[in-house]
């Protein structure tokens, strides 16, 4: 069973940065894919960036050129580094870790809070 473990939310002014970590008790490299979802309270859950195995990454448009997704295989953590953050911005933050034809696994979720 794979756990993932997201830290690194928390309250920041609008135009600031966070980084966001994911830790997975297993080898990141054995999923198709990783990548960050958000929810916001009355939204429903929107993919954020993902990074895909022999492909590459992709960005939802509304954080293209300001969030960066990227892995270390050598502590098994997926980071979302998030800048000129906006209060739209404001969601729970959630890593996810696929491979096809089987159940997603999520971590537990971490808060980001953008003030304006």
């Known amino acids: 069973q794979v756990q993932l473990v997201e830290s690194g939310g928390g309250l920041v002014q609008a135009g600031g940065s966070l980084r966001l970590s994911c830790a997975a008790s297993?080898?990141?490299?054995?999923?198709?894919?990783m990548g960050w979802y958000r929810q916001a309270p009355g939204k429903q859950r929107e993919l954020v960036a993902t990074?895909?195995?022999?492909?590459?990454?992709n960005y939802a448009d509304s954080v293209k050129g300001r969030f960066t997704i990227s892995r270390d295989g050598a502590t098994n953590t997926v980071y979302l580094q998030m800048n000129s953050l906006k209060p739209e911005d404001t969601a729970v933050y959630y890593c996810?870790?696929?491979?096809?034809?089987?159940?997603?696994?999520w971590g537990q979720g971490t808060q980001v809070t953008v003030s304006s």
């Open positions: 297993g080898n990141i490299f054995n999923f198709y894919a």
């Open positions: 990074i895909i195995s022999g492909t590459g990454t």
């Open positions: 996810n870790a696929i491979n096809p034809g089987r159940p997603a696994y």
